[in-house]
């Protein structure tokens, strides 16, 4: 469980990013994040992260207060291109943070092959990521961190810079991982619709510095399909009232959270046994 209580933020200018923001993320939940821009997301990402030292707060993981880069974590960013060695072929790239896991090369090549097929791209290894198309390096950024086996992957606007086409693609790969490798996942996004679509909960941030303006169950069928699950009429009225959220609407006092029903008759339905 990641556990982020009273997490406060000021950046050596002064700038306070985030201020007395509580979070808590249960094992194998897929929470996207969403707020205005420049509210703090990516700064909060990167404190779970820990590429940066929080100014003030607690963060844990496991109960472990996060110092440094846990071990079990990998990140997925947007831009692709800087997050790839282009002097490495796709399998060796994949397969780097695997040396941090303490495999043989052996492994490491089995494995880096095995993220590749997961993600649709079998044949990719030789190649360099210079030699494919944007999609297909994102891809090969999110074969990577699967490769890994984290517990948590963070993923800040990952599919930012693709064409909507292969967007849509991605976001349907990020739901079949999750319902296979069962991690946890938090997703930070621009795209409202996106964050209710792949999300089992999503969280808006409020205005710059960052705390938790509201917090929203996603009531829908855990399968979901890009035209079906968008037709719903709860997708299409949270998907709106996420949007006044962002725009710094309040919830209205005593409302049942759009989608609650649903999501309760998917907790009844998932404890009878088999899960979609
Ligand atoms: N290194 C830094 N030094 C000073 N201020 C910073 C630094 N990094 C970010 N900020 C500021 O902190 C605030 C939050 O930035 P952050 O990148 O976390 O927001 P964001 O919500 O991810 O933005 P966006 O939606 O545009 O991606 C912004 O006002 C930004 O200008």
Not at 31 to 41: A, E, R, Y
Not at 238 to 256: S, T
Not at 260 to 265: L, Y
């Amino acid at each position: 469980m990641l556990q982020i209580t009273g997490l406060t933020h000021s950046y050596a200018d002064g700038h306070k990013a985030i201020d007395g923001l509580d979070l808590t993320v249960p094992d194998g939940q897929l929470l996207s994040i969403v707020g205005p821009s420049g509210c703090g997301k990516s700064t909060l990402l990167r404190a779970i992260a820990g590429l940066i030292r929080p100014t003030g707060g607690r963060i844990t993981l496991d109960g472990k207060p996060i110092n440094g880069v846990p071990d079990d974590l990998a990140v997925v960013f947007q831009d692709y291109s800087r997050s790839l060695f282009p002097w490495l072929t796709v399998r060796d790239n994949v397969a780097l943070p695997l040396r941090r896991r303490g495999k043989s090369r052996a492994e490491r090549r089995a494995a880096a092959q095995e993220a590749l097929e997961s993600v649709g791209l079998p044949d990719a290894g030789r190649k360099y990521p210079w030699q494919l198309s944007g999609g297909m390096q994102q891809r090969v950024s999110i074969a990577r961190a699967l490769a890994f086996r984290p517990s948590l992957m963070l993923m800040d606007e990952p599919f930012g810079s693709v064409d909507a086409q292969t967007r849509e693609d991605l976001e349907d790969l990020v739901l079949q991982v999750h319902r296979t490798e069962k991690m946890t996942i938090l997703l930070v996004t621009h795209d409202i619709d996106e964050s209710v679509y792949v999300g089992d909960r999503v969280v808006v941030l409020n205005k710059s510095p960052a705390r938790v303006h509201a917090d929203l169950p996603v009531g829908l069928p855990s399968v979901r399909d890009q035209i079906d699950t968008r037709s719903l009429p709860e997708f299409i009225q949270l998907r709106a009232e996420i949007g006044r959220l962002v725009r710094g609407g309040a919830r209205e006092p005593g409302a049942e959270p759009v989608g609650a029903q649903a999501a309760a008759a998917n907790d009844v339905k998932d404890s009878g046994g088999e899960s979609a």
